[in-house]
């Protein structure tokens, strides 16, 4: 028979050995060492001789360069009503280029009415009548090859812009360009936004 006193001394060297070594595996990785931390990522930065590119930002609020012939009233329309740019200008004039020829070619005109001063609804009114009784078939808008202003001039209140169009129309079996100069008007004292078609002359 074993002696029981053997038995607990090799259990007490077991145990002691089995701490030594959990010891030995954590204790390493506790606070007595040094935080371990990713080094930085390396900061970025131009080529040598090489200047950064500035960021891009608009103001609003900045006086813009008008040239060209109609730089003058331009300018003056500006001055009138300081929320005139000729960039939004244009954006709109091609729009509404669009959008009254397609009318016209479609006869709308309810969608014409709020586009047009009343001279010129007038006419565009009886031609369209002229057109459906001829049973003629209408062209419609392919293309704007060119738009660009022409004039501007400001007389009081009321802003006038001619704006040169050149597009090509079609009828689904001939083209054709059309060169066109169309006169824009705004009251710039008006809260509203919106130019009207004021006159269409052909262009030379």
Do not use: H
């Not at 607990?8 to 701490?19: E, H, K, M, Q």
């Not at 012939?69 to 300081?82: H, R, T, V």
């Not at 929320?83 to 244009?90: H, K, L, N, Q």
């Amino acid at each position: 028979m074993s002696n029981p006193l053997i038995e607990v001394l090799i259990l007490a060297a077991v145990a002691l050995f089995v701490l030594w070594r959990l010891y030995s595996a954590l204790g390493r990785g506790g606070d007595e060492g040094p935080m371990q931390r990713p080094a930085p990522t390396p900061e970025k930065r131009a080529p040598q001789g090489e200047a950064p590119v500035p960021m891009q930002r608009r103001v609003d609020n900045e006086r813009p360069i008008f040239t060209g012939p109609a730089a003058a009233g331009l300018e003056d329309i500006y001055n009138a009503d300081p929320s005139f740019r000729a960039e939004d200008f244009m954006r709109g004039a091609k729009a509404a280029y669009q959008m009254i020829v397609a009318a016209y070619s479609k006869g709308d005109r309810n969608a014409l009415r709020p586009l047009l001063d009343d001279d010129v609804y007038e006419a565009w009114d009886a031609a369209i009548a002229a057109r459906d009784a001829s049973g003629a078939r209408p062209f419609e808008l392919l293309r704007i090859k060119k738009a660009e202003i022409e004039r501007a001039e400001l007389d009081g209140t009321m802003a006038r812009v001619m704006v040169r169009y050149e597009a090509e129309l079609g009828d689904g079996e001939t083209t054709r360009i059309a060169r066109e100069i169309w006169t824009f008007m705004r009251n710039v004292s008006s809260s509203d936004p919106n130019w009207l078609l004021d006159d269409v002359d052909v262009a030379a």
